[in-house]
């Protein structure tokens, strides 16, 4: 019996919903466990919290509410970085833009299309997967790198955009948090920028399972063999910058400094807005945004 490869936590009053999410993921390989309000889901998490690598939440329901459920996730040492489904017949702006604002980086509306449950499902889940092995390289980097003062580096595959990401993030306070964020920072340097990967063209290459095979195919190119991404880590009394520049011709970047409800569906776009929320105190992309700074406080008292 081949081993599932997540688990994930459905959650909703409707026993009709729970199934209907089992059943159009059993082909996925995830093991579904359900609960069927908010305090049954709260109550589950909280016995286990690092048994989960996704959560479908739903909004309405009885006893506790999705959006009770998601603060308490939020406001838990563990729980806080699994990523959060939120579940719902709302279609409303401000409905949604409130549990963006909350923590909840991925949306699904009722009734479920089988497509977009797996799409979203799944790229729910590589994140944290993905998440999850960069923090636990920033645990095995050597603590004396934290003592670096000032470092250049160049990279130009997504591999070793990870390990410089945990090598780098090693030599800050947090290192499990501003990974998160680093990764996705250089990740989009390296995908969008050197490599030309559009966001629309993102979307069909992961509805393709596709994403892999594009890097490399790009990489492989004449044109792009010769690119680089530039890093730059300096270390001041009270703070940690990291400077990334790609050699792409830029992007809109304004439109990625948080998740807007119209992009809350998609199956991707979220790597700056949680760099922003989540792993660093300032985000700020220069020119046309092929060059970004992100910078982690040394001072516990103003860390997010």
């Not at 838990?76 to 409130?98: N, S, Y």
């Not at 945990?166 to 964020?181: D, I, M, N, Y």
């Not at 940690?240 to 992009?263: A, C, K, M, T, V």
Request: one cysteine or more; aromatic letters at 8%.
């Amino acid at each position: 019996m081949q081993k599932p490869t997540a688990i994930v936590l459905a959650v909703d009053d409707e026993d009709y919903n729970l199934k209907i999410i089992s059943y159009h993921l059993k082909d996925e390989n995830f093991k579904v466990i359900t609960a069927g309000d908010g305090q049954e889901a709260w109550n589950t998490l909280a016995e286990s919290p690092e048994k989960f690598d996704a959560i479908l939440l739903d909004r309405s329901m009885p006893r506790m509410s999705g959006m009770e459920v998601l603060k308490k996730i939020k406001s838990h040492d563990i729980l806080k970085t699994i990523p959060v489904i939120f579940q719902t017949a709302m279609k409303h702006q401000d409905d949604i833009l409130e549990g963006l604002q909350a923590g909840a980086y991925y949306y699904l509306t009722k009734p479920y299309k089988r497509d977009d449950l797996r799409a979203i499902v799944n790229a729910a889940v590589s994140d944290s997967i993905k998440y999850n092995k960069l923090k636990d390289k920033t645990d095995k980097v050597l603590k004396a790198f934290a003592y670096i003062k000032k470092g250049e580096f160049e990279i130009s595959t997504p591999e070793q955009g990870e390990q410089l990401s945990a090598l780098l993030s090693s030599t800050c306070p947090e290192p499990r948090k501003v990974v998160v964020g680093l990764w996705e920072l250089i990740l989009n340097g390296i995908e969008h920028g050197n490599l030309g990967i559009s966001y629309e063209e993102k979307s069909k290459l992961n509805k393709d399972n596709q994403w892999t095979s594009e890097i490399l195919r790009r990489l492989s190119l004449s044109e792009n063999k010769a690119k680089s991404v530039e890093v730059q880590m300096n270390r001041y009394d009270n703070a940690i910058e990291f400077i990334i520049q790609d050699q792409g011709d830029g992007f809109n970047w304004q439109n990625y400094l948080d998740i807007s409800p119209e992009r809350a569906f998609d199956s991707h776009g979220r790597g700056i807005a949680m760099a922003c929320m989540y792993s660093f105190d300032k985000v700020e992309y220069h020119g046309n945004g092929n060059m970004v700074s992100a910078v982690a406080s040394l001072n516990s008292e103003t860390e997010k």
